[in-house]
Each structure stands twice: as C-alpha cells, then as structure tokens.
C-alpha cells in the first residue's frame, strides 16, 4: 500500500509535500518533523493529498511527531531569526543592495538559514552571502520573492479592517485584473482598489461569479432600454439593491428593479413564442 502524501505547512504559510512513508500516525494540526534536503524541519500537517498529485520533485519523508523539545528549538529559533534579520539589513546597506530585506527562517536543525528580499532588479548578493556563512557558520540561501509574497509573509490588515487574507487563509494568489473593478462598478482608483502589497485586491476575485450572473439578468452597460417614462440609456447597475438607473433622453434618471426588467423580458418572450405558434399554424 502506498504511503500516504501528506501537504506541511512551514512559516508564513509555505507549503511542501511529505511521504508519510513511516507510517507515523497523527492527526491534522499536529506538528511533525520532515526531512529535509540537509537536515530535519518542523512544519504542521494540513491534510492528505491524492496519490495522483504531482509536486515539484520528489516528496521527501515524515519523521515524526515533534516533541517537546523539537517545538521549544522551533520557538528559539524564531527569536534567532529576528536578529538575523537585523544582522543582514546591516550588511545589505554596507554592500550598498538595492533590495528590501523581508524575512529570515531557519531550518529545525539549523543546518541552513533561507533570507527572503524583494528587488525590482537582479542583484549580485555574493559577498553579503560569505558574510552571512561566517556569521552563522551554516549554508546561507538568499529567495528573491513578490510583493504579494512578501505582505503574505509579514502579514497585516487589509482596507476592510480584517486580517489579510493571504496571511490568514489564502494560499495561493490567482491572477488579478482590472477587468474584475470594471464587472463591479468599481472606481479604478490604483488606491481604492489595490491591497497592502500594492497589487489589486484578491478579494476582487470572491464575487466574481455572483457579479457576472447577476449582471446578465440586465441589459448591457449604455443599451437602450424602454422605461415607463419614457425611452433611454442603462447608465448604472447596482446588483446589491437588484435595480438599474437609467438616463432618459429627458436628462432625467429612472430607477427600474430588477423584477421589473424580468417581468418585462417574460412579457416579450411570451409575445414572440405566440407570434411563432401562430405562424407555424399557418
């Protein structure tokens, strides 16, 4: 029987992939020790995955459950990458870097320290890396990462007053367009619609599809549309109250709900099918 494939999650909500090839038996939730690529890490487990699932390379084993020793290291080592962080700001201004220092995580054993920076260009980090080995006498890896990335990882408040949704659920960052402002009304202001990580808002992309199916139960955006005032053009839509302003050739504006354009549409569609029964009779 194949051993179950299990999704670990590491500081800052990275993810990785472990064969539970030991058959350790454990609970979600539950902090495990994992092999690593020099060593062993400590990570929480999330669930299981499918044994079809493809990873980037292959997954590496679970260990075993962490004790209370593992978790006391992980939480010294969490104060170890404070000053680590502190100690490589330091040397990215000596080495005059145009990057922006993010974040520092050490591995359970410390056999390896990863510092993750944002740049918006490539940058020759060769010296501050043998600056850093000697420092901390263990293999030093520098991860250029987003701006996305870099607000999931020192997390924050979005505008709506909530935890960020990268850092509190969210994970993985789908592709974002201002066509999304655009379906819902929005103002294309880059600071009314834009998150901490300066990047248009995730949460643009949650009512996507409530928008487009509400929205084509109106007619389009600048249609003309027949009002019991008169004649005139669809100018707003507001899906949350079900109704539409529509311009009048007047210059005045009428409110029409929702119910009144279906009723409207059922009216006309029962006059068509009509014309056409009755032309199939002749």
């Given at each position: 029987?194949?051993?179950?494939?299990?999704?670990?999650?590491?500081?800052?909500r990275?993810?990785?992939?472990?064969?539970?090839?030991?058959?350790?038996?454990?609970?979600?939730?539950?902090?495990?020790?994992?092999?690593?690529?020099?060593?062993?890490d400590?990570?929480?487990?999330?669930?299981t995955m499918?044994?079809?699932?493809?990873?980037?390379?292959?997954p590496?084993?679970?260990?075993?459950?962490a004790?209370?020793?593992?978790?006391?290291?992980?939480?010294d080592?969490?104060?170890?990458?404070?000053?680590?962080?502190?100690?490589?700001?330091?040397?990215?201004?000596?080495?005059?870097?145009?990057?922006?220092l993010?974040?520092?995580?050490f591995?359970?054993?410390?056999?390896?320290?990863?510092?993750?920076?944002?740049a918006?260009?490539?940058?020759?980090?060769?010296?501050?890396v043998?600056d850093?080995a000697?420092?901390?006498?263990?293999?030093?890896?520098?991860?250029?990462?987003?701006v996305?990335?870099?607000?999931?990882?020192?997390?924050?408040?979005?505008?709506?007053?909530?935890?960020q949704?990268?850092?509190?659920?969210?994970?993985?960052?789908?592709?974002?367009?201002?066509?999304l402002?655009?379906?819902?009304?929005?103002?294309l202001?880059?600071?009314?619609?834009?998150?901490?990580?300066g990047?248009?808002?995730?949460?643009?992309?949650?009512?996507?599809?409530?928008?487009?199916?509400t929205?084509?139960?109106?007619?389009?955006l600048?249609?003309?549309?027949?009002?019991?005032?008169?004649?005139?053009?669809?100018?707003?839509?507001?899906i949350?109250?079900?109704?539409?302003a529509?311009?009048?050739?007047?210059?005045?504006?009428?409110?029409?709900?929702?119910?009144?354009v279906?009723?409207?549409?059922?009216?006309?569609?029962?006059?068509?099918k009509k014309?056409s029964d009755?032309?199939?009779?002749?």
């Amino acid at each position: 029987m194949d051993a179950d494939i299990w999704e670990i999650e590491f500081k800052s909500r990275r993810t990785g992939c472990y064969f539970n090839c030991n058959n350790v038996q454990f609970e979600p939730g539950t902090h495990v020790i994992v092999a690593a690529e020099r060593g062993e890490d400590i990570g929480r487990a999330r669930w299981t995955m499918p044994h079809d699932h493809k990873s980037k390379g292959t997954p590496m084993a679970i260990i075993r459950i962490a004790s209370e020793f593992d978790l006391e290291k992980h939480k010294d080592n969490a104060a170890k990458e404070r000053d680590a962080v502190s100690q490589c700001q330091n040397l990215v201004r000596k080495h005059n870097l145009l990057m922006k220092l993010v974040d520092a995580e050490f591995q359970l054993d410390c056999n390896k320290l990863t510092f993750y920076f944002t740049a918006d260009q490539r940058v020759d980090f060769r010296e501050l890396v043998k600056d850093l080995a000697s420092i901390y006498r263990t293999r030093i890896e520098l991860r250029q990462i987003g701006v996305r990335d870099e607000a999931k990882r020192l997390g924050g408040f979005g505008i709506c007053g909530l935890t960020q949704c990268c850092t509190q659920w969210l994970w993985e960052f789908d592709p974002i367009s201002t066509q999304l402002a655009r379906e819902q009304n929005l103002s294309l202001n880059p600071q009314k619609i834009s998150g901490n990580c300066g990047r248009l808002l995730c949460c643009l992309m949650y009512e996507r599809h409530h928008y487009q199916e509400t929205l084509r139960k109106f007619p389009e955006l600048g249609s003309r549309y027949k009002t019991s005032a008169g004649d005139g053009v669809v100018d707003k839509i507001n899906i949350f109250t079900q109704e539409m302003a529509v311009k009048l050739d007047s210059g005045e504006e009428q409110t029409v709900r929702l119910r009144e354009v279906q009723r409207k549409d059922r009216r006309k569609s029962s006059f068509f099918k009509k014309v056409s029964d009755k032309s199939a009779e002749e």
